[in-house]
């Protein structure tokens, strides 16, 4: 059974950071690419990042870019978001997902966490 654990959620002034980690178990986790999702009340899942299975390739919404950086540790099974600069905006639940390719589309992924929830406060 594959399981995706968030972590790292919680409260936040505007301007502070904030790590996220998702522990995966139950496949293959380096075959894998990682996604980080995000939704706030009454608006849609939105892509933050992903990351490739190596770690040598990612990619970033633009609302993120420059302040998010997604990373992977595959002899431990999980993905990280660091947060920094962290604005009211960025409030939502993050959720990571598995997925076999690259790619933006959240209908195109296998496996999701249950979210972690980040507010940030002005």
């Known amino acids: 059974q594959v399981q995706l654990v968030e972590s790292g959620g919680g409260l936040v002034q505007a301007g502070g950071s904030l790590r996220l980690a998702c522990a995966a178990s139950?496949?293959?986790?380096?075959?894998?690419?990682m996604g980080w999702f995000r939704q706030a009340p009454g608006k849609e899942r939105e892509f933050v990042a992903v990351i490739n299975w190596s770690g040598g390739r990612t990619d970033y919404a633009d609302s993120v870019k420059g302040r998010f950086t997604i990373s992977r540790d595959n002899a431990k099974n999980t993905v990280y978001l660091q947060m920094n600069s962290l604005k009211p905006e960025d409030t939502a639940v993050y959720y990571c997902a598995a997925d076999r390719t690259v790619t933006r589309d959240h209908a195109r992924y296998d496996y999701w966490g249950q979210g972690t929830q980040v507010t940030v406060s002005s």
């Open positions: 139950g496949l293959t986790f380096k075959t894998y690419a």
